[in-house]
């Protein structure tokens, strides 16, 4: 579910013309408002010893989302688009690495490789909130932002793929 969001807006953002601060803005309330969504649906599926990161992204986002939505309207600069991704992304990949963190010593096969996606996109999304701490150059920001959305999406899309459990064939229903 996480990987629609983040697809939705970083596959369109190439194709925009304009660069400016404000579409980084709206980008990123609507990355974040999907990303809020998605985990709070999904927060069931993570596993018990897990614990509650999946809902405190999920209100971190949403509240972080208001807050680009505002700054859209009343101050949108290359300053607040870069804070407010920083503001939200090194938070935001600490709590994820935590319910890594919580989890790496799993040994079965399926969890074990949901924690190690949680790894990857915690340590990417501190990456983003480090480098849009100090950056501050408009087309540089949204042209990021919508690289990582788009990595992040594919990521989570062949995560969420590769985690399917495998359909048995057609065979293997006869012999059954």
Do not use: K
């Not at 709206?26 to 018990?48: H, K, N, S």
């Not at 809902?55 to 972080?64: E, L, P």
């Not at 074990?112 to 501050?136: E, K, M, N, S």
Request: glycine residues 8%; charged residues 10%.
């Amino acid at each position: 579910m996480r990987a629609v969001p983040a697809l939705v807006v970083g596959l369109p953002l190439p194709f925009i013309q304009l660069h400016a601060p404000i579409v980084g803005l709206i980008a990123l309330a609507v990355l974040l408002a999907g990303t809020a969504a998605a985990t709070w649906l999904g927060r069931r599926a993570v596993p018990e010893g897990a614990g509650r990161w999946p809902a405190v992204i999920a209100v971190w986002s949403g509240a972080v989302a208001l807050v680009a939505v505002a700054l859209a309207i009343a101050i949108p600069s290359e300053t607040m688009l870069g804070l407010t991704v920083a503001l939200w992304a090194i938070p935001a990949g600490l709590v994820e690495l935590q319910g890594w963190a919580r989890m790496r010593s799993v040994t079965e096969p399926r969890t074990r490789q949901l924690v190690r996606d949680w790894l990857i996109v915690g340590v990417f999304t501190i990456l983003l909130g480090l480098v849009f701490a100090f950056l501050r150059d408009a087309v540089s920001l949204v042209g990021l932002l919508g690289a990582y959305a788009v990595i992040v999406g594919v990521f989570h899309a062949v995560a969420a793929l590769s985690a399917r459990p495998a359909r048995a064939t057609t065979t293997e229903r006869s012999d059954a």
